[in-house]
């Protein structure tokens, strides 16, 4: 059972442009919710990651909302640049587990032409 | 801190023979995790560390994996035999825990090609 669900699975923007990531997860037990950014052959890097005691976290151009009620948390990438071109994934881990015990989302593939 | 270090980068075998991934986490670090990546699959956990105990292996797909942590520097994935559904990216993380700790730092991944 997937409990981590992930949407779209590739994404294509123009420089400039807004890059929105959804992601929506089952297990209630979830309460750390970061967003990971992957270069080909290199290994997923921490971008931004939230609690679910506050709705939204911004850090520079990257900010995750997060809607508790719905189960709900997305990525926004605003002013989005050739350099984001990545692949994303949104993950959560467990209420007394290791913030590095993670389950995944499956992946969007984020193009930003120039 | 060189970050989490995996050995090989690339390893190609062929079907029956064992394979060992290496894995040196970063110092102060407690946790440890081992995932595999596949285009079916996407991420997955594959065993938890901590304080170089094994607290979660329940992502080990078989019997013919097998984890260990001999000290809290080094951290080996084995398989034997190996099989072509084995063929995956392999990443180490490590992380602090105190409790839920801090963010999972992982390797550069180890490229698995089994033939």
């Known amino acids: 059972q997937q409990q981590v669900k992930q949407s779209p699975q590739s994404l294509i923007v123009q420089k400039g442009g807004i890059s929105i990531i959804n992601c929506a997860y089952e297990?209630?037990?979830?309460?750390?919710f970061p967003w990971y950014q992957q270069f080909p052959g290199k290994g997923p890097a921490l971008l931004i990651a939230?609690?679910?005691?506050?709705s939204e976290k911004k850090e520079g151009r990257f900010t995750i909302s997060f809607n508790k009620s719905a189960k709900q948390f997305s990525l926004h990438i605003m002013d989005s640049q050739p350099g984001d071109s990545a692949t994303y994934f949104c993950a959560a881990s467990g209420r007394g587990t290791s913030y590095g015990k993670l389950t995944f989302g499956q992946g969007t593939i984020l193009t930003v032409h120039p | 801190d060189a970050g989490v270090i995996q050995s090989p980068r690339h390893e190609v075998t062929e079907m029956g023979q064992e394979v060992t991934l290496r894995c040196k986490p970063i110092s102060g670090h407690n946790s440890l995790f081992w995932y595999r990546q596949t285009m079916m699959r996407g991420l997955e956990l594959l065993i938890y560390f901590n304080n170089n105990v094994p607290i979660d292996d329940s992502g080990m797909p078989e019997d013919r994996f097998s984890a260990k942590m001999p000290n809290a520097s080094f951290s080996t994935l084995k398989i034997q035999p190996s099989e072509p559904r084995d063929s995956a990216v392999y990443f180490c993380?490590?992380?602090?825990?105190?409790?839920?700790?801090?963010?999972?730092?992982f390797g550069q991944g180890t490229r698995l090609t089994v033939v």
């Open positions: 939230i609690r679910p005691d506050v």
């Open positions: 297990n209630t037990a979830f309460d750390y």
């Open positions: 993380a490590s992380s602090w825990s105190p409790g839920q700790g801090s963010e999972a730092f």
